[in-house]
């Protein structure tokens, strides 16, 4: 049974930095993409940044040069380190493992006050 474990929301002051964590679990997780998406109220998910098997990363423009991922396989999670943290960054924030199948983590809240 494959389980993502996100971790590390809270709330914060714009200009403030938060860290996420995502426990994978059920999947071998060096083969797997491994994502960030988030959800606002009233807007649906996007994407907010991923890191695939080898390493490489992307990222949306809403969030470059403030938002890292990273990903430890010898612990199975994977990290984004959000900072310069902004009002509108405020969402659920989902981890996402994709290969030949996409799991989904429950999510996490984020609330950047202004």
């Known amino acids: 049974q494959v389980q993502l474990v996100e971790s590390g929301g809270g709330l914060v002051q714009a200009g403030g930095s938060l860290r996420l964590s995502c426990a994978a679990s059920?999947?071998?997780?060096?083969?797997?993409?491994m994502g960030w998406y988030r959800q606002a109220p009233g807007k649906q998910r996007e994407f907010v940044a991923r890191?695939?098997?080898?390493?490489?990363?992307n990222y949306a423009d809403s969030v470059k040069g403030r938002f890292t991922i990273s990903r430890d396989n010898a612990k199975n999670t994977v990290y984004l380190q959000m900072n310069s943290l902004k009002s509108e960054d405020t969402a659920v924030y989902y981890c996402?493992?994709?290969?030949?199948?996409?799991?989904w983590g429950q999510g996490t809240q984020v609330t950047v006050s202004s």
């Open positions: 059920g999947i071998i997780f060096s083969m797997y993409e």
């Open positions: 996402n493992a994709f290969r030949s199948a996409k799991y």
């Open positions: 890191v695939s098997s080898d390493g490489s990363t």
